[in-house]
């Protein structure tokens, strides 16, 4: 089937620990996203990519990290530096079709937990 | 700076009834406008998809529709059901379309 894994679905990290979250897409699409959720809050971009070997800060990049080595793949790590890290995190892919149609498709999502 | 603002923030209907969920956005440039559907626990689904010279589009009991000159959208759901209780999220893509703007959602309850 044709779409975007996300691994796992329940995530429990300790305290100042690194933590990474999976992401691959089988849809081609170039450029990738991660979000993160939080109750009663709209998603918030942490990092997108819209080619291999290249990304960018979203609006709360600070104590995450990304990496783009293969087009089907985006991870996410979630350092010790990020000061709130309990969330649902949520990727996507999107390309870009004709007129202007980004069709854009998400993850199941991750919940990761700090206990 | 772009902004997608919903309304209303949480909505309670009762099944059988009829209900619009309403986006307006600053984006700018425009590229299109999506509304996904989010479960519980679960990634966002795509409803609709409307570019700058749709004004309307349909996906069952659900209608969209787009006013691109007052920069406002519209979700209306036709005989709601339990199922439709969902989160509603408004996106509005700019540009060249990879840079998407998010609503926080509308939180809609349909009860028996």
């Known amino acids: 089937d044709g779409g975007i894994t996300q691994s796992p679905k329940y995530l429990f990290r300790k305290e100042g620990q690194n933590v990474t979250l999976s992401c691959e897409q089988n849809?081609?699409?170039?450029?990738m996203y991660w979000y993160r959720q939080d109750p009663g809050q709209g998603l918030r971009l942490i990092y997108y990519?819209?080619?291999?070997?290249?990304?960018q800060k979203g609006d709360i990049a600070e104590g995450y990290s990304v990496s783009r080595e293969k087009k089907e793949s985006f991870p996410l790590t979630v350092t010790s530096a990020q000061k709130n890290p309990t969330a649902f995190y949520l990727c996507?892919?999107?390309?870009?079709?004709?007129?202007?149609?980004?069709?854009?498709?998400f993850g199941q999502g991750t919940r990761l937990t700090v206990v | 700076k772009n902004q997608v603002e919903q309304s209303p923030q949480s909505l309670i209907i009762l099944e059988g009834k009829n209900c619009t969920l309403q986006c307006n956005y600053t984006v700018s440039p425009f590229s299109n406008l999506r509304w996904y559907k989010q479960d519980t626990g679960r990634g966002p689904v795509s409803l609709t998809i409307?570019?700058?010279?749709?004004n309307t589009k349909s996906n069952g009991r659900y209608t969209a529709t787009l006013d691109a000159d007052t920069k406002q959208s519209s979700l209306h759901i036709t005989a709601s059901q339990l199922s439709d209780s969902a989160s509603y999220i408004c996106v509005v893509s700019e540009g060249s379309g990879y840079a998407l703007n998010f609503g926080k959602g509308t939180s809609l309850l349909v009860t028996p």
């Open positions: 996507a892919s999107s390309i870009t079709g004709t007129g202007g149609r980004t069709e854009a498709f």
């Open positions: 849809l081609n699409h170039d450029a």
């Open positions: 409307m570019t700058f010279s749709e």
């Open positions: 990519s819209q080619i291999v070997n290249d990304f």
